[in-house]
């Protein structure tokens, strides 16, 4: 054989490497950040489909050296740039602290309510909105701290309920919504005014718009001594945007659809035990819904409303969930039990299996996700 034609035989070769040398250097990294709320700790977690998941950085939160703070929620700005968190116990208020994304390096904080839980932030990124969850305080009805973030300053405090959680902001920015886990309330607050313009009864079997109930709602007095015990408000996506929220009915097992023009559940999505956060994707295709009492991920198809799969996860006390951008994995964090670490599994969407699990700190829970590297304030 001539040398040219031994090149030749080996050019097929040479190029397949070279191909399979850049997909690999172009496959994409995913991160997220997830809060460990008895570590006073968070995590920054790259997840390669190649190579799994990692964490990249481990960022210490909490002032109190005699006990812990509890870095409870967590979320991004929409344009990546920045990332707040819940420090939910306080003395006695609590408070949330602005991080400056990829080098970490705390911005600001300001002072909040009674264990401030989750935050919705506007699509401008203007305004975050924390419910005050109130926990360890009486019960009575609490607030939702609204903050400009451009100066974190708390501009007003809106009443609305008992032990407020799951705080949302609609596609368009214009609705804000949170779930009443002790008043069996959605209250729906118009970002405008900052003034509470709708509250809708979830009371199993006694659904519908409430009109001049204030925030107590029907604590104690649940119809048939059944209660939604609802923790999380998710706004829907894509065809329908800005039009239905999901409510995860904690105590009752299931999620519930609520059209917010109508005001009446449009849908129930029958789930396993103890429905706790939800997430959709970004098509607006996909519902999955973490199960804190059965240690899974329910995954739903929104279009024809069937549960497509059910997910068993690393650890128990299942908690919260973030899908990536692109709608190809979900990111679920689990708090799991005692002295154990929690951790982080990723879920591939396609094949509805666990594709990576990595062990964080104790107890995680806030989680979200960090644009992609070709995103404004993403790794470069």
């Not at 909040?112 to 909105?129: E, H, N, R």
Request: proline share 6%; with cysteine.
């Amino acid at each position: 054989m001539s040398a040219g034609a031994a090149m030749a035989g080996t050019l097929p070769g040479l190029a397949l490497a070279l191909m399979a040398g850049g997909a690999a250097a172009q496959s994409p990294v995913y991160r997220v950040y997830v809060a460990n709320e008895s570590s006073d700790l968070v995590s920054r977690v790259a997840f390669t489909p190649a190579a799994g998941a990692v964490v990249e950085k481990e960022i210490a939160v909490g002032v109190m050296p005699g006990d812990n703070d509890g870095a409870h929620g967590l979320s991004v700005s929409p344009d990546g740039r920045h990332w707040y968190v819940t420090i939910a116990h306080g003395t006695p208020y609590g408070e949330v602290w602005k991080f400056r994304a990829g080098p970490d390096t705390l911005v600001a904080r300001t002072r909040l309510g009674l264990f401030p839980a989750t935050m919705g932030i506007t699509p401008d990124g203007q305004f975050m909105l924390a419910a005050n969850f109130n926990l360890h305080g009486d019960m009575v009805p609490s607030t939702v701290s609204v903050v400009y973030t451009p100066d974190m300053l708390e501009v007003t405090k809106v009443e609305t309920c008992m032990m407020p959680h799951g705080s949302r902001v609609r596609p368009d920015g214009t609705r804000h919504y949170s779930a009443c886990m002790h008043s069996e309330q959605l209250v729906e607050i118009d970002v405008a005014t900052f003034e509470v313009t709708a509250r809708f009864d979830v009371t199993p079997g006694l659904e519908g718009a409430l009109a001049g109930r204030g925030g107590e709602g029907r604590h104690g007095d649940h119809g048939g001594g059944r209660a939604c015990s609802p923790t999380w408000v998710e706004p829907g996506l894509g065809s329908r945007a800005n039009r239905v929220v999901y409510v995860a009915c904690n105590g009752n097992d299931e999620v519930l659809e609520v059209d917010t023009e109508a005001w009446e559940v449009s849908r129930r999505f029958p789930t396993g035990k103890g429905p706790y956060n939800l997430e959709v994707t970004q098509d607006g295709e996909l519902l999955i819904a973490t199960l804190k009492g059965e240690r899974a991920v329910a995954v739903f198809d929104l279009g024809g409303g069937a549960e497509i799969g059910r997910v068993a996860t690393s650890r128990p006390v299942t908690h919260g969930v973030v899908a990536s951008r692109d709608g190809r994995y979900a990111f679920v964090s689990n708090e799991s039990v005692g002295s154990v670490r929690g951790t982080l599994d990723v879920i591939d969407l396609r094949s509805l299996e666990v594709v990576a699990t990595l062990e964080l700190e104790h107890q995680s829970g806030g989680i979200d996700f960090w644009p992609e590297p070709s995103a404004p304030g993403g790794v470069r």
